[in-house]
C-alpha cells in the first residue's frame, strides 16, 4: 500500500467511524444498519451478542429509536491496524455523554474489524468492552 493509499484507506475507515457516530447521535437505525455486512457479527456493550445483518436490524430498530433522547455519544478513532489491504481492525473510544458535552461513565473501547467490500468499507466483526477505570 503506497502512502498516498494509506491515507485514502485511514480516511475511508474513519469516516465509517463517523458515519456510525452520527447514525446513532442521530437515531437513525437504516444508516446505522447499512454499515454492516451481511454476515457481521456484533457483541454489544452489554453483551447481546449478534450474528447477521438481520439480528443486527432488529435489534438496532428496537433500541436506537429513543436512545439518545437524554445523552448522545462520541466515537474516536485510536488506532487502525491494516491486517491486509482490504481488513482493517480499528480500535475506537466511545463515550457516552450528556446533551450538554459532559461525560458519562466511563469509556467504551470498541473493536471493529472491517473489510473493503466494492470499494466500501463496511463493519464485519464488532466488539465493545467497557474500559475500567485505572
Known sequence: MTDSNHDTEIAAVTAVVADLEHSQRNEL???????????????TAHGKRLYGRDAIATFT???????MREST????VENILFLRPDVAAVKVVAQYRTLDG?????PNSPLYVMTKED???LLAACQ???????
Open 29 to 43: 437505525p437504516e444508516a446505522f444498519i447499512a454499515l454492516f455486512r451481511r454476515d457481521a457479527i456484533w457483541t
Open 128 to 134: 465493545n468492552t467497557p474500559v475500567l477505570a485505572d
Open 119 to 121: 470499494d466500501r468499507w
Open 73 to 76: 455519544v462520541t466515537y474516536t
Open 102 to 106: 459532559e461525560p458519562v461513565g466511563e
Open 61 to 67: 430498530r428496537s433500541v436506537l429509536p429513543g436512545a
